[in-house]
Structures are given as C-alpha cells and as structure tokens.
C-alpha cells in the first residue's frame, strides 16, 4: 500500500456549540466513561495494516458493518433506490479478514445502519416519506438473524446511524435532507426480551451523514460540515439516556464519514471527493478532557461511502466499488 500524508486539521479552536463546551462531569456513569483516559498520554495515534480488498458476493449499495467479537454483520441496499435491503454475518479470522456467509434478505427501504451487542442485533433505516425505521434480531449460531416479527417505527428523519454497547444503543440522524441539517440523537437500552426502549430525539449539532460509535459510556459522532469540512463531537452518555457532549472539533476535509472506538484510539475513514475516488483514514486518541488527538491520514483503498467497525486488533470495513459492487476489507493496529 503507498500511503501518502495528508495535512491534519486543528481540533482544539473550532467554535463549539454550548452542548458541545460543557464540562460539568455530574454523573456516575459520565465519569465512569472517562475515568481511565485521565491517565492516558497523547502517544502518536496507531496506524493500520490493510490486507487485500475481496469483493462481497451478489450486489449492492450503502453497505454498513458491525462487529462485535469474532461476528460480524453487514446490511445494504439491494438497488440503488428505494427498494430490498439484504443482511450477511461473517466471521472474523485471526488475519482479521472475514469469512461472510450468503445473503438475505430482510426488509425494503434505503440507507440502513446496523449495531451488534454480544447476540443483540438492531438495524435503522430510511422507509419511506423520511421515516425512520428499526428491526431488532439475535444472531444465531447459524449465522442467520432471528429478526422480531416487524420493524418498528422510529420517528422522521434521514441517514441514520446506530451504534451498541452492552445494552445501550445510540442513533443519530439528519432531520431533513438540506445541507447543513439539524442533526439529532435519540438513546436508548436494550430490554432483556431484546426490544429496545428509545428516548425522545434532541437536536446536538448541524451538519450532513452523520456516523456515531459507542464503546461503554463513551460516544464520539463525526459528520460533514460546510465546504466539505469533516467534524467530531465526543461525549459519554448519562443516566436517563441522555448525553452529555464534552467537545466539538473539526478533524479533517471529505465527505461520508465512518467511525469506530477501540478502547482510548478512534478511527475514522472518509472519502476524499464527493464521488467514487480516493478513501482515506486516520486514528487518533481520545483525551481526558474529550478531545481527540489526530494523526495524519491516509489514503487506503479506491471506492466510495465506506464503513468501518473494531474488534481487538482488527478493522473491518466495507465500501461500494463500481456501481451495485460492494467490497470488504480487513486490516489490523
């Protein structure tokens, strides 16, 4: 892989949101999501080995992972437009590579977002109008999901983004289709017959395809700004599903941005233009205060709108090629 540097943007002098500046630590589990990364020193962030791309079987469009463990599930769009989304599990091999299992379907829609929490499965996507629909499953040891009997209705909005830890789920969304957007989040836990009770929405920031990672209590969001600035929100979820955001920052220039947590290092991926072209990444660390410290980018893989997800050492993502191809993509700190 050449790896070409790119100029890392300042994350510290951005002009935050009165959410995004607060810093009254005032609960346990705020506290509890941050207590560890006081004692963390601002090493150079990891970089990424990355193995070959492999291309997923059958078509696709938007492809979106998560992994959790040694699982991993990947949902898409069967066509370009509104129509079939389909779901495959893999598994993750000590090379970090998955080994993806076949394809199924399992509702119609666009844009779908998916988190997995041990054998917990949720799923948010666009239907139609700009509503917001979720599906909740268990992952079998089959590979197949045992999905609950209907999606359930969320509420309105586009470009959703769902992220799970243990029993808490977190997703954001754009309120219309304008750029900017009012962006939002809505909270929420999973129950032990595996629904999830969700929160009211709260608006947190403005911006464009927001992308949100979880890793315990702690949250970081990143989205697209104004002339194609990319920008982060950090922040640790609170009691009663609320989310208390420390920091605001701008991290980087592109469009579609991804997000992962693997422990104190974050890791994003971006594209570098608005269409099929170069894809870039970088990692950072995320600091006590919640600032995140950023490395250099650079540039992995050709393709467009990629995901990416952490488990351990490995990093999975995928990404669409040329039109209706979607490919997969492992690499390792």
Known sequence: MKTTNKSTLTTNNSQPTNLAKRRNFTTLSLIAGLALLAFMTANAPAQVTWGKATRLSGAGYTAHVAVDGQNAVEVHQLDSGLGNL???TGKVMTTGAVRWKAVHKYDSGLSPSVALSGTNV?????GTGGSLWYHTGQLLATGTIKWAAAAIHLEGGYAPSVAAAGTQVIEV???SQSNPSALWYTSGQFNPNGTITFSAATQYDNGFAPAVALAGATIVEVHEGASGALWYNSGA???GNSIHFLEKGQFDSGFAPTVAIAGPTIMEAHQADEGQGPMWYSTG???SNGTI???SSADYQSGALPSIAIAGPDVVEVHQG???TLWSLAGQF
């Open 285 to 287: 660390l995320l600091q």
């Open 173 to 175: 969304h754009q309120a």
């Open 322 to 324: 040329d039109p209706g």
């Open 86 to 88: 389909e779901y495959r």
């Open 122 to 126: 949720v799923e948010i996507h666009e």
């Open 237 to 239: 979820v609170q009691a």
């Open 293 to 295: 410290v950023w490395g």
